[in-house]
């Protein structure tokens, strides 16, 4: 079946300083990938998404590029701030059903 | 649209107690999910409806679990009797079909069984 993995967390990093996130999947087809992103006390919120392959999703100046020949839907940001601190997860959807494969989530916290 | 709406946010009550949460999808929408997340296991799909038909309950942990969607506009996820274990924030999420859909998600209900 479907599965996202994610890197393992927590990450740690200092404002300003550039973030990489892994995510790779195992999937049948072509499915559509999305990262969410979850504040503290919150729901999880769509941060981006790539619907096929070598799309490259952006919002508030994060990016991901839908690779199949890697299976992957790596985030990066090239300027983290304090306010980007949350959990990231990395997922993706079939076009048969609405059902979303979630990966573990990565907990970031970024120091000012 | 104010997007899907749960409640309460908070819910704290005794073990042994029968506890309903609630959730009003985003309006159009055809699937209703109903996750739960803990530090332990993560995010969990429970189950998942389509037009208001249960389509995947194999997440559902126990007999105690039951979840139900008597019209489009709104789901409830009861667990009784509740247990210490049951502790942990629920999610609900409502989706569009078709290809490339996104889910939105809940501010989810925090509950505690003490």
């Known amino acids: 079946g479907d599965s996202v993995t994610q890197m393992e967390g927590p990450v740690t990093l200092s404002e300003e300083a550039f973030l990489t996130i892994n995510c790779t999947y195992t999937a049948t087809g072509y499915p559509s990938l999305f990262w969410y992103v979850q504040y503290p006390g919150e729901g999880l919120q769509l941060l981006l998404k790539a619907t096929k392959a070598d799309d490259k999703g952006s919002n508030k100046g994060f990016e991901a590029t839908y690779r199949k020949e890697t299976t992957s839907f790596h985030l990066e940001k090239g300027s983290v701030q304090v306010s980007d601190s949350a959990v990231y997860f990395c997922a993706l959807g079939q076009t048969s059903g609405s059902r979303l494969t979630f990966g573990e989530g990565t907990q970031l916290t970024v120091n000012p | 649209d104010a997007g899907v709406i749960q409640s309460p946010r908070h819910e704290v009550t005794e073990m042994g107690q029968e506890v309903t949460l609630r959730c009003k999808p985003i309006?159009?929408?055809?699937?209703l999910f109903w996750y739960r997340q803990t530090m332990m296991r993560g995010l969990e799909l429970l189950i998942y409806f389509n037009n208001n038909v249960p389509i995947d309950d194999s997440g559902m942990p126990e007999d105690r679990f039951s979840a139900k969607m008597p019209n489009a506009s709104f789901s409830t996820l009861k667990i009784q009797p509740s247990e210490p274990r049951d502790s942990a924030v629920y999610f609900c999420a409502s989706s569009l079909s078709g290809r490339n859909t996104e889910a939105f998600f809940g501010q989810g209900t925090r509950l505690t069984v003490v």
């Open positions: 309006s159009g929408h055809d699937y």
